[in-house]
C-alpha cells in the first residue's frame, strides 16, 4: 500500500468512524480539525484501523501519535 | 474476536442506513429495528444508536411503542463503561425493548448506591447494573495463606456486595444485576493456580463463584461476563492496552458483544425471552430427506461423523425442553411419513411426546409457524426457527419478522453451539414448573383430545378432578408469580409487570390480598396458573378492594377456573370485612380475550369517565349472592405464619 492509498483508507475510515462524509484527511490533519474526534473516539478510530487493516498498534505508539501523518507513517511502517 | 455468528451479515448496511433518511419516522424505527437484527461491527453499532437517538426526541410515543417496553437502565460501575453505550441500546432493540441509559461516574458507584445519588434517583432506574472488575484490590492475602483465610476474606467482601444490593434496592427501588468480574489475573502457576487458594487467578475464580450463590439468595440477576468471556478464550476479551489506555475492560470493539449480552439479561428479566423452537426436520434433526431416502436411508446416530452430529444436536434440544423450552416441528413433509421417524427410529433422541405442536404438510412456512403459534397459544415473538435451508430463512425473516431465525453453518456440528451461543433462551428466575413445562404442555394435548372426544363438556370437566389450591403469594414463589405478571399477556386484565421487589412490597402490605392459584387434576400439576392482587383504593370507600392485577395462563382456559377464581377472592376479602369488589379491564394490544371477563362472572359496569375509550371498571357486592357453576374443588391456605421459612421451591 503506498501513500495515497494509506491517506485514501483513512479517509474511508475516518466517515466511517466520525459519521461524516465530508471528511478528508491530510498528514496535517489533527483532533482539532475533526468535530468529534476527543479520546474516546480516538480509540475507535484505532481500533477501526486495526480491524480494516490488520495491524496492531502498541500502546507507546498510541501515545505519542499527534496527527493524522503520525498515524500513516506507523501504518505505512507496520505494512512494509 | 468473532461475535453475533447467528445473526446475518449485511453488505448495504450504510447504504440502508442513509436510505431511511428520507422515509417516514415509523419506517425509520421499523428499518433501524430491521437492521439491529443483523451483525453489525461496533463502527455499524455505533451509528445505527446515533442514528436512533437523532430521531427519537421528534417521534410521537406511539411511535415508539414499537421498540417495546422502556426501560430505565442505569450503568454503575468501577472502570469506564460510556463507550458501551451503543452497544446496549442496538442489543435492546435487538431483544424488543427500548433501554433509556444512565451511565454513572466513573469508580463511583458505591457513593452513587448509597448515597442516594440525586441525578440517578431523579432518572428513577427500572434497573441498575453494578458492573466492578478485579483490578479493585479484591485480596490481598500473602501467596501461603490457608484456604481458611481466602475464603473468609473473599466472604467479607461478598457480604459488602450483598449490603450495597440491598441498599440500593431500598433507595432506588429496582431490579439489581450485578456484573461478574472478568478475570484479567495471568496465572502464577499454571496448571497449579488452583492449588494455591491465594493466587490472585483463583481468587478471582472463587470470588465470582460466591457471587454468583449471594446473586441467587438475594434474588439479583447475575451479567456472568466472565462465563462468556471463557466461552469466547479470555485473551480474545482482555485487552490490557485499552485497560492502560482509557481503563476499559471491554474494548469498544466488543461494544456489540457486550451490549447483546447485558441485554438478553434484561430482555428475560422483562419476560421477553423466546419461548419456543420450531424445527425443520430434513437435514436439521437428521440428514437426508426422509420422503426420499426412507426411515432406514436417513443420517442418524452411531456410525458416522455425520450421523453422531444429528444425534448431538437433539441431545442439545432435548436439554432444553428439560429447561422448559417448548418444542415445535414445522416441516414440509407428509405429516405420517415424518411422525413414523420419532415413534420408529431407534436413534432418534427427541421423541413424539417432546413436540408440542407438529406440523408437517406442503404449505409455505410462515402459515405453518402461524399455526404453530396459535396452537401453543404464545406469541410469535416468542419463536426461535431454525432451518438448514437459508432460502426458507429468509423467507420466514422476510414474511414474519418477529420470529428469531439464526444463521446457521454449513455444518450440523456446530448447530448447538450457535443456538446457545444467540442467547435466546436467557432466564431470569428458573423454577420446578419451568422443568415440568413440557410435561404440562403435552399433558395439555391430553385433555384437549379428551375434550374433542367429550361429547358432554361438564361431564369432563367434572371428569378432570380438578383441585384449586389458594394461597398468599410468598417468598416461596415469589419468583414464579413474578414471571407470570411479565410473560401473561393475553388472559391479563391490567397488564400491569412487577418487578421483584414490587411484589414484595405488596407481600408485606397488610390491607392488601395477594393470592397465588395453582390448579391441579388427574393429569399432573399445573403449577401456579392464575395471580390476583387486590388492594384498598383511595377512590373507594375502605370495605372496597380494588383488583389491580387478575392474569391466568391461557393454557386452563376453559376450565371454570375464573368461577372458582372470584369464590376464593371473594371467600378471603370477606373475611378482612370486604363488602365490594372493583375490577377494571383495560386493553391492551394483546388482552382483547378477556374484554368480557368481568361480565362473564356477573360483575356490573359503573361509569368510568376518566379513560372510557381504553378502559371498563366493575363491581360486585360480597358476599356473592350465588355461588357460580364450575367443577373445581377450591382450598384456601390462610396466611403464612410468622415461621415462614424459605423453602426451595426454586432450583437456582
Not at chain 2, 608 to 627: C, G, K, R
Request: charged share 25%; net charge negative; hydrophobic share 40%.
Amino acid at each position: 500500500m503506498n501513500q495515497d492509498q494509506v491517506y485514501a483508507e483513512l479517509t474511508k475510515i475516518f466517515r466511517d468512524v466520525f459519521q461524516d462524509d465530508s471528511i478528508f484527511v491530510i498528514a496535517s490533519t489533527t483532533a482539532e480539525d475533526v468535530t468529534g474526534w476527543d479520546s474516546s473516539a480516538h480509540v475507535n478510530l484505532i481500533l477501526a484501523i486495526e480491524m480494516q487493516l490488520g495491524v496492531v498498534f502498541n500502546t507507546s505508539e498510541i501515545d505519542e501519535m499527534q496527527s493524522v501523518g503520525d498515524l500513516a507513517e506507523a501504518i505505512e511502517r507496520k505494512l512494509k | 474476536m468473532e461475535y453475533h455468528r447467528w445473526l446475518p451479515v449485511c453488505e448495504t448496511f450504510s447504504a440502508q442506513l442513509k436510505e431511511l433518511d428520507a422515509a417516514p419516522p415509523d419506517q425509520q424505527l421499523a428499518g433501524l429495528k430491521r437492521l439491529a437484527q443483523q451483525r453489525l461491527d461496533f463502527i455499524k453499532t455505533n451509528a445505527l444508536a446515533a442514528k436512533l437517538a437523532s430521531i427519537m426526541p421528534a417521534l410521537p410515543p406511539d411511535c415508539v411503542a414499537q421498540l417495546g417496553p422502556r426501560l430505565n437502565v442505569a450503568l454503575l460501575s468501577s472502570h469506564t463503561v460510556s463507550h458501551l453505550t451503543s452497544g446496549i441500546v442496538v442489543g435492546s432493540i435487538r431483544r424488543g425493548f427500548n433501554a433509556n441509559l444512565f451511565v454513572g461516574q466513573y469508580g463511583l458507584y458505591r457513593n452513587e448506591l448509597l448515597g442516594a445519588d440525586p441525578s440517578l434517583k431523579l432518572f428513577d432506574p427500572n434497573v441498575i447494573v453494578i458492573a466492578v472488575d478485579d483490578h479493585e484490590a479484591i485480596l490481598d492475602l500473602p501467596l501461603d495463606s490457608s484456604r481458611e483465610d481466602v475464603v473468609s476474606a473473599i466472604a467479607e467482601q461478598i457480604s459488602q456486595m450483598v449490603e450495597l444490593w440491598r441498599r440500593a434496592r431500598q433507595n432506588f427501588n429496582a431490579t439489581i444485576v450485578q456484573q461478574t468480574l472478568l478475570n484479567t489475573k495471568n496465572p502464577l502457576f499454571g496448571s497449579y493456580e488452583g492449588l494455591v487458594p491465594a493466587t490472585p487467578y483463583y481468587a478471582v475464580e472463587m470470588f465470582n463463584a460466591r457471587l454468583r450463590e449471594a446473586a441467587a439468595q438475594e434474588r439479583v440477576l447475575i451479567l456472568d461476563i466472565d462465563l462468556h468471556a471463557a466461552l469466547k478464550g479470555r485473551e480474545n476479551v482482555v485487552d490490557p492496552v485499552r485497560w492502560h489506555q482509557a481503563k476499559q475492560l471491554v474494548s469498544p470493539a466488543l461494544s456489540p458483544w457486550y451490549g447483546d449480552l447485558l441485554a438478553r439479561v434484561l430482555a428475560a428479566a422483562c419476560g421477553l425471552a423466546k419461548k419456543a423452537v420450531v424445527l425443520d426436520l430434513d437435514n436439521t434433526l437428521w440428514g437426508g430427506v426422509v420422503g426420499d431416502d426412507g426411515i432406514e436411508g436417513i443420517v442418524l446416530g452411531q456410525g458416522s461423523a455425520a450421523g453422531e452430529s444429528y444425534t448431538a444436536f437433539q441431545k442439545f434440544l432435548l436439554l432444553l425442553s428439560q429447561r422448559g423450552i417448548i418444542l415445535a416441528v414445522c416441516s414440509k413433509n407428509d405429516s405420517a411419513v415424518a411422525e413414523n421417524v420419532f415413534i420408529n427410529h431407534p436413534d432418534m433422541v427427541l421423541r413424539r411426546q417432546h413436540i408440542a405442536s407438529f406440523v408437517a404438510n406442503w404449505k409455505d412456512k410462515a402459515t405453518n409457524i402461524r399455526q404453530i403459534a396459535s396452537e401453543l397459544n404464545i406469541g410469535l415473538d416468542s419463536l426461535v426457527f431454525v432451518d438448514d435451508n437459508p432460502a426458507e430463512r429468509d423467507i420466514v425473516r422476510r414474511e414474519l419478522p418477529m420470529v428469531s431465525v439464526p444463521e446457521l453453518p454449513k455444518d450440523i456440528a456446530h448447530y448447538a453451539t450457535y443456538l446457545s451461543e444467540a442467547g435466546y433462551f436467557e432466564a431470569a428466575n428458573f423454577s420446578r414448573e419451568d422443568m415440568e413445562r413440557t410435561g404440562l404442555y403435552t399433558a395439555n394435548v391430553s385433555r384437549e383430545r379428551e375434550l374433542s372426544q367429550a361429547t358432554d363438556l361438564e361431564g369432563f370437566l367434572e371428569s378432570l378432578q380438578m383441585q384449586l389450591d389458594v394461597g398468599p403469594v410468598s417468598k416461596m414463589n415469589i419468583g414464579r408469580v413474578t414471571q407470570l405478571t411479565n410473560k401473561t399477556n393475553q388472559f391479563n386484565l391490567r397488564a400491569l409487570k412487577y418487578t421483584e421487589s414490587e411484589i414484595q412490597h405488596l407481600m408485606q402490605d397488610d390491607g392488601t390480598l395477594a393470592l397465588q392459584l395453582r390448579l391441579k387434576d388427574k393429569f399432573g400439576d399445573n403449577g401456579i396458573i392464575a395471580v390476583i392482587i387486590a388492594r384498598p383504593d383511595q377512590r373507594w370507600p375502605s370495605d372496597t378492594l380494588f383488583i389491580e392485577t387478575w392474569l391466568m395462563s391461557c393454557r386452563v382456559l376453559g376450565r371454570g377456573v375464573e368461577s372458582a377464581s372470584l369464590e376464593a377472592l371473594s371467600k378471603r376479602a370477606t373475611r378482612m370485612g370486604i363488602k365490594r369488589l372493583i375490577g377494571e379491564y383495560r386493553a391492551t394490544s394483546k388482552n382483547k380475550m378477556v374484554s368480557n371477563h368481568y361480565e362473564k362472572l356477573g360483575f356490573v359496569p359503573i361509569a368510568n369517565v376518566a379513560n372510557a375509550d381504553t378502559s371498563t371498571v366493575w363491581t360486585i357486592d360480597l358476599p356473592q349472592p350465588e355461588v357460580h357453576r364450575h367443577h373445581i374443588e377450591v382450598n384456601i391456605a390462610d396466611e403464612p405464619g410468622p415461621s415462614l421459612r424459605r423453602t426451595h421451591e426454586d432450583i437456582s
